[in-house]
């Protein structure tokens, strides 16, 4: 199943967002996905260690 989120995000997260897309040439939802995908990831391994 599919889920939409929408997000707000402060002037200095969206230049950087920006920022990460034009330089690996991505979209910036693609930019947020891998984002979101990274922080779950390393939630996952911070957790494992304790």
């Keep these: 199943m599919v889920r ?3 997000i707000v ?3 200095d997260v969206t230049e ?3 920022s ?3 330089e690996y040439d ?3 939802e693609e930019v947020l996905r ?3 995908q990274r922080g779950l990831e390393q939630t996952e ?3 494992q260690r304790q």
Excluded: F, N
């Design 4 to 6: 939409q989120y929408s």
């Design 9 to 11: 995000c402060e002037d």
């Design 16 to 18: 950087r967002v920006r």
């Design 20 to 22: 990460l897309a034009r």
């Design 26 to 28: 991505l979209t910036e």
């Design 34 to 36: 891998q984002l979101i």
């Design 45 to 47: 391994h911070d957790r």
